[in-house]
C-alpha cells in the first residue's frame, strides 16, 4: 500500500472550486513519485505591482500611439481586407496603422476568464482571475538525459515526454511539441503528431500556427476527441495556438491564418510577442514592454474584429539578450521586471495572461535552477495564468531536458503548495501541544505532532533531506542524478489514458486519410 501525505489546498477545474483534504502520494522504496493532487492553483493574494496605475497608464498610451503613428505590418492579404472594412484603421499596403478608440473598443470584448476544455472534462482548466495553470516545455528542437546527451528531437523523445505531461498532476496542459518530432516529414507532422498528443494524454491541447490546412486539421482532431459537433464548437474553446509577432511590429501569414481560423471557431489564441530587448525591441525594460504592449494589443483587436467574444490570453515574452553576445538571457532581474509589468498590462485590459518559467542554462545545474525560481517568482508575483513552458525549458528553448523537466515539477510543486492558504485554526495554533510539551521541552512525541507528523509538511520530488552520513552511504546522489532516475520511474509508472473506441476510430479516420492524402504542401 502507498502512504500518504495532506495538505489542504483550494483546487479549481473546469471553473468549478472545491475544497478538499487533498494527498501527495509517499511510496515504499521510491516505488511511487511524491505528488500533489491534480488541479490549477489559485493564487491566495493579490498580484504584485511594479509600477503605479498612472505609469500602466503611461505605456498604454504611448503603445496605442506606436499603433496609431508607426502602426504594424500585417501580411496576409485577408486580415487586411477584414480591417479595412472595420473602419478603425488606416492601411498603407500591408502597414496597419490603428485608431486607438478601435483598438480600446474591439478588445474590451474579449472574455476576462474561460475554461479550456479536455477531452477528458476532470482535466478541463480555468483561464484567468487568479488561476494558475502550468504546461509543459514546447517547441525546443532538441532534447537531453544524462545518458543520450543532446540529440535532434524526435518521434520516440516526444512521446515520452506527452508521458510526462500525463503523469505529473502539476502539469495542467500540454504544449505544442515539447521536442520537435524532425523524423516526421513535415507534410504530415502535425497529423501524427496531434494523434500522438490526443491518445497518450487527457488534457488540454495546443496546436501550431504554420498554415490553413494545419490549423483546420489541428480543430478537427480536437473536435474529434472532444465529442463535440461544429455547431457546438465555438462555445466548447478545447484547442490553442501561440501567436509569436515578428517582433519588431509584424505579423506573418500563417500567424494570422491561425488567427483568423481559432478565433472563427470560439478557440484560444495566444497572442505573445516575442520581444528581447536590445535586439528586436527597446534596450530598456519599459520600451521593450510598450513594443510587447503595442503588438499584443494589435493581435488581441484583431482575433475580436474576426469574432466578439473570441477568448484569447495576453502574452508577455520579454527579456533581454546578452550585450556581449546578443544570446537571450532569462531568469534575469530585468524578465522579472517584465513579466510583473505585463501581468498589470494584461489585467489592465481585464484578459488572461500567459508568462513562462524560463531559463538559459545549458545544463542541468545551479544556474538552470536559479534562473528557473526567479522565473517562477516574476510568473507568480505577477499574476501569470497560462505558464509556458512550465517544465523542461533549456539552453534558451533550444533544448527540452528530461532531467529539468523532473526538477521543475518538484518546483512548481513548491509554489502550488507555497499557494496553499494558511491554516490558522485553533487546532493549527497549536495552544494545546504547547501546554503538552511545556518549557525546554521537544514536540516529537507530541500528541499533535504524532497526529500530523507523516502529512505535516511538503514532500518533495528531488531534494534530499537525509544527513550526511545517510546520503553518503545512498552514494552521495545529486539533483541532476536523482531526477534522471525519477523521470525514468514516471515513463514506467505512467498509465495511457483510455479513450471511447468509437472516438478513436474516427480519430484513426481522419488522421488515416489526411495522412494518405499527403497531409499539407512542402518545398521538399
Not at 484547442?239 to 470560439?266: C, F, H, Q, W
Not at 484560444?268 to 516575442?274: G, L, Q, R, S
Amino acid at each position: 500500500m502507498t502512504d500518504t501525505t495532506a495538505v489542504e489546498t483550494s483546487i479549481e477545474t473546469g471553473g468549478a472550486r472545491r475544497t478538499r483534504r487533498d494527498t501527495a502520494r509517499r511510496a515504499p522504496a521510491g516505488s511511487t513519485i511524491p505528488q500533489l493532487p491534480p488541479g490549477v492553483a489559485k493564487r491566495p493574494f493579490p498580484p504584485t505591482k511594479i509600477v503605479s496605475d498612472d505609469q500602466v497608464e503611461a505605456i498604454h498610451k504611448a503603445s496605442l500611439q506606436v499603433l496609431s503613428e508607426i502602426g504594424m505590418d500585417f501580411l496576409l492579404p485577408e486580415a487586411i481586407d477584414l480591417l479595412k472594412k472595420s473602419g478603425g484603421v488606416t492601411v498603407t499596403g500591408e502597414r496597419v496603422r490603428f485608431d486607438p478608440a478601435f483598438v480600446e473598443e474591439m478588445v474590451s470584448h474579449a472574455p476576462s476568464n474561460f475554461t479550456f476544455h479536455a477531452r477528458n472534462p476532470e482535466k478541463s482548466i480555468p483561464i484567468g482571475g487568479d488561476r494558475m495553470a502550468f504546461v509543459a516545455v514546447g517547441s525546443p528542437p532538441n532534447c537531453h538525459d544524462m545518458e543520450g546527451g543532446r540529440r535532434p528531437g524526435n518521434r520516440a523523445d516526444y512521446q515520452k515526454f506527452l508521458k510526462l505531461t500525463q503523469y505529473f498532476n502539476c502539469i495542467d496542459a500540454s504544449s505544442g511539441y515539447s521536442v520537435e518530432p524532425i523524423d516526421l516529414h513535415p507534410s504530415i507532422r502535425h497529423l501524427e503528431a496531434l494523434r500522438d498528443k490526443v491518445t497518450l494524454i487527457d488534457k488540454p491541447i495546443k496546436c501550431y500556427s504554420l498554415g490553413r490546412q494545419n490549423v483546420l486539421d489541428a480543430i478537427e482532431i480536437a473536435r474529434i476527441v472532444n465529442q463535440v459537433s461544429e455547431e457546438e464548437l465555438p462555445s466548447h474553446p478545447c484547442l490553442m495556438t501561440i501567436v509569436n509577432t515578428n517582433s519588431p511590429l509584424k505579423l506573418d501569414n500563417n500567424m494570422l491564418m491561425g488567427m483568423m481560423e481559432l478565433s472563427a471557431r470560439g478557440q484560444i489564441v495566444c497572442v505573445t510577442p516575442f520581444t528581447l530587448a536590445g535586439a528586436m525591441a527597446p534596450v530598456t525594460v519599459a520600451g521593450a514592454v510598450t513594443q510587447q504592449n503595442a503588438e499584443a494589443l494589435a493581435g488581441l483587436a484583431f482575433c475580436q474584429l474576426v469574432r466578439k467574444g473570441a477568448p484569447v490570453v495576453y502574452g508577455g515574452f520579454t527579456s533581454n539578450v546578452d550585450m556581449k553576445s546578443g544570446a537571450p538571457a532569462f531568469g534575469t532581474p530585468e524578465y522579472m521586471k517584465s513579466t510583473i509589468l505585463g501581468g498589470q498590462l494584461a489585467r489592465r485590459y481585464g484578459v488572461p495572461y500567459r508568462t513562462s518559467n524560463t531559463c538559459a542554462a545549458n545544463t542541468v545545474d545551479a544556474q538552470a535552477a536559479y534562473e528557473s525560481v526567479f522565473s517562477l517568482w516574476g510568473v507568480t508575483m505577477g499574476g501569470g495564468n497560462y505558464i509556458m513552458h512550465g517544465a523542461g525549458w533549456m539552453e534558451g528553448g533550444l533544448v527540452a531536458s528530461f532531467e529539468k523537466f523532473v526538477i521543475d515539477c518538484d518546483l512548481i510543486q513548491m509554489v502550488k503548495s507555497f499557494l496553499t492558504p494558511l491554516d490558522t485554526s485553533p487546532d493549527a495554533l497549536a495552544l494545546d501541544a504547547m501546554r503538552e510539551v511545556g518549557p525546554g521541552g521537544h514536540y516529537f512525541g507530541a500528541q499533535h505532532t504524532l497526529a500530523r507528523y507523516s502529512e505535516a509538511f511538503y514532500q518533495p520530488i528531488i531534494s534530499d533531506w537525509r544527513n550526511y552520513q545517510q546520503w553518503s552511504a545512498a552514494g552521495s546522489p545529486d539533483a541532476y542524478k536523482k531526477a534522471n532516475q525519477v523521470y525514468k520511474q514516471a515513463l514506467e509508472n505512467y498509465v495511457q489514458p483510455p479513450m471511447p473506441a468509437a472516438v478513436r476510430a474516427e480519430l484513426d479516420t481522419f488522421v488515416d486519410r489526411r495522412v494518405k492524402e499527403g497531409g499539407v504542401k512542402t518545398d521538399f
